[in-house]
C-alpha cells in the first residue's frame, strides 16, 4: 500500500476521532447495554441485534437505555441489509423521541438518510408525539410539584408532632377549706372565687347585723332603774327597798319597734347566713385547677464524650524474659 492512501486514511481517522468521542452516549447503569455498544463498535452486528431485541423483551429498562437498544439494533439491522427490522427499531427510537438525530460524524452517510427519511414520513405521527411528550412531562411536573407540598405538609406535621410531644401541660391546682362555707359573710363565696354572690352575702348580713346591734343597745336605753319599797320588810337600817329596772309607759311604743326590729334583723341574719352556707356547700369542691399554663421540654441532651483516651496495655522484654505495663490517663 503506498504511503497516500494511508496518510488520507490517518486524516480521516483523525477528523472523526473527536467527533466520535463527542457523540459518546452516557454511561448506562446496565452493564448489558455497555456490551451492546462496545460489540457494536466492533462490528458484531448480528449479535447486538439478537441480543438487542431479546434485552428489550425482557423490559425494566430506563427510557435512556431502550432508546439506546433501539438504535443499535436499528443500526446493525441496516447494517445486515434487513432493512425491515431495521424500520421497526429505528420507527421506536422515533416513537420514545421524536427530536432524536443520528451523529453524521458517527453514523455513515446512507443510515443518516434512511433515518432522516423514516423522520419525514412519521413528522404527522412526530407532532403528537412531541404534543404528548410536552403533556406528559407537564403532568410529572405538577405530580412531582404535588408530592414536594405533601412532603412539606408531612414534615410540617412530623415537627408539630415532635414539638407538641415535646410539651408538657402544667396545671396549678388550688386546695378549698370545707369548714370556710360554715364562715358568715360571703367567706364560702370568696373562697370560690365567686366575688360577685360573695359581697351579696357580705352586705346583706353585715347590713343585719349591723341593724341588730343598733337595735338591741336603742332596747336596752329605754330601761329606767328606781327603788321600790316593800311593806313589811326591814334590812338591817330598817328600811325595805329593792331596786326594779324597767321601761315607762310612754316609751312602750318605743320598745315595741325596737323589739321587733332587733328580731327581725336577728332572724334575717341567720336566715341570710344559712342561704349562704347551703349555696356555698353546693358549689364547694376540693382542688380547682386555678391556671394552667404549656412549656416546652429542653430537648435531651447527648451524654458527654469523655477526652480521657482508653487504658493502654504494654509489653516490653526484660533481662530474665517479658513484662507488662498499664497506662492509665487522668
Given at each position: 500500500m503506498s504511503r497516500g492512501p494511508l496518510l488520507l486514511v490517518s486524516l480521516v481517522l483523525a477528523l472523526l476521532g473527536p467527533a466520535a468521542v463527542r457523540a459518546q452516549p452516557a454511561p448506562s447503569?446496565?452493564?448489558?447495554?455497555?456490551?451492546?455498544?462496545?460489540g457494536f463498535e466492533y462490528g458484531k452486528y448480528a449479535e447486538v441485534l439478537e441480543r438487542a431485541g431479546q434485552r428489550i423483551d425482557r423490559g425494566d429498562l430506563p427510557e435512556e437505555d431502550l432508546v439506546e437498544l433501539h438504535k443499535l439494533a436499528g443500526l446493525s439491522a441496516f447494517n445486515l441489509n434487513r432493512t425491515d427490522e431495521a424500520e421497526r427499531h429505528?420507527?421506536?427510537?422515533?416513537?420514545?423521541d421524536p427530536d432524536f438525530s443520528?451523529?453524521?460524524?458517527?453514523?455513515?452517510?446512507?443510515?443518516?438518510?434512511?433515518?432522516?427519511?423514516?423522520?419525514?414520513?412519521?413528522?404527522?405521527?412526530?407532532?403528537?408525539?412531541?404534543?404528548?411528550?410536552?403533556?406528559?412531562?407537564?403532568?410529572e411536573k405538577t405530580e412531582a410539584e404535588r408530592r414536594e407540598q405533601e412532603r412539606v405538609a408531612l414534615e410540617t406535621q412530623r415537627r408539630r408532632a415532635e414539638e407538641l410531644a415535646r410539651q408538657v401541660t402544667v396545671r396549678t391546682v388550688e386546695k378549698r377549706n370545707f369548714l370556710v362555707n360554715f364562715v358568715p359573710f360571703g367567706a364560702g363565696q370568696f373562697q370560690q372565687g365567686r366575688n360577685s354572690m360573695g359581697i351579696v352575702?357580705?352586705?346583706?348580713?353585715?347590713?343585719?347585723?349591723?341593724?341588730?346591734?343598733?337595735?338591741?343597745?336603742?332596747?336596752?336605753?329605754?330601761?329606767?332603774?328606781?327603788?321600790?319599797?316593800?311593806?313589811?320588810?326591814?334590812?338591817?337600817?330598817?328600811?325595805?327597798?329593792?331596786?326594779?329596772r324597767y321601761i315607762p309607759t310612754d316609751r312602750a311604743r318605743q320598745a315595741d319597734t325596737w323589739q321587733l326590729l332587733k328580731l327581725a334583723s336577728a332572724t334575717g341574719f341567720y336566715t341570710v347566713y344559712?342561704?349562704?352556707v347551703v349555696d356555698a356547700v353546693y358549689?364547694?369542691?376540693?382542688?380547682?385547677?386555678?391556671?394552667?399554663?404549656?412549656?416546652?421540654?429542653?430537648?435531651?441532651?447527648?451524654?458527654?464524650v469523655s477526652s480521657t483516651p482508653p487504658p493502654r496495655l504494654r509489653?516490653?522484654?526484660?533481662?530474665?524474659?517479658?513484662?507488662?505495663?498499664?497506662?492509665?490517663?487522668?
Open positions: 447503569a446496565d452493564p448489558e447495554v455497555a456490551a451492546l455498544r462496545s429505528l420507527r421506536a427510537v422515533l416513537r420514545l443520528l451523529d453524521p460524524f458517527v453514523v455513515p452517510p446512507p443510515a443518516v438518510a434512511f433515518f432522516d427519511d423514516l423522520k419525514n414520513q412519521m413528522a404527522g405521527e412526530r407532532d403528537f408525539l412531541r404534543q404528548e411528550q410536552r403533556l406528559r412531562l407537564e403532568r352575702f357580705a352586705a346583706t348580713e353585715g347590713a343585719l347585723a349591723v341593724t341588730s346591734i343598733i337595735a338591741f343597745f336603742a332596747y336596752d336605753s329605754l330601761f329606767e332603774e328606781r327603788l321600790v319599797n316593800l311593806d313589811n320588810v326591814l334590812d338591817a337600817d330598817g328600811l325595805a327597798a329593792i331596786p326594779v344559712t342561704l349562704g358549689h364547694h369542691e376540693d382542688q380547682v385547677v386555678s391556671s394552667t399554663t404549656v412549656e416546652s421540654r429542653p430537648e435531651p441532651t447527648p451524654p458527654a509489653l516490653y522484654s526484660t533481662h530474665g524474659g517479658l513484662g507488662a505495663g498499664l497506662t492509665l490517663t487522668f
